[in-house]
C-alpha cells in the first residue's frame, strides 16, 4: 500500500505510507507545517486500486 500527497502539478511532494497493512482500519497524520497553503491530492494506492482525493490546506 502506498499513500502519498501531490501538489496540483501532480508532483509527490511526501510519502506517508509505504508499506503492506492488515487489513483493518488505519490512522495517518499529516504533519502539514512546512507547506503553503493551497490544493493537494491525496493519492492511495492499493493492489490494482487508486483512490485520489482532492484536499484544501488552510494555514
Known amino acids: 500500500m ?3 500527497v501531490c501538489n496540483l502539478l ?3 511532494v511526501t510519502v506517508l505510507i ?3 497493512l492488515r487489513a483493518g482500519i488505519h490512522q495517518v497524520l499529516w504533519d502539514a ?3 503553503s497553503s493551497g490544493i493537494y491530492f491525496s493519492r ?4 490494482d486500486k487508486v483512490l ?6 488552510l494555514k
Do not use: I, P, Q
Open 33 to 35: 507545517s512546512e507547506y
Open 10 to 12: 501532480g508532483e509527490k
Open 18 to 20: 509505504d508499506k503492506e
Open 2 to 4: 502506498n499513500l502519498s
Open 52 to 57: 485520489v482525493r482532492r484536499m484544501t490546506l
Open 44 to 47: 492511495l494506492t492499493a493492489g
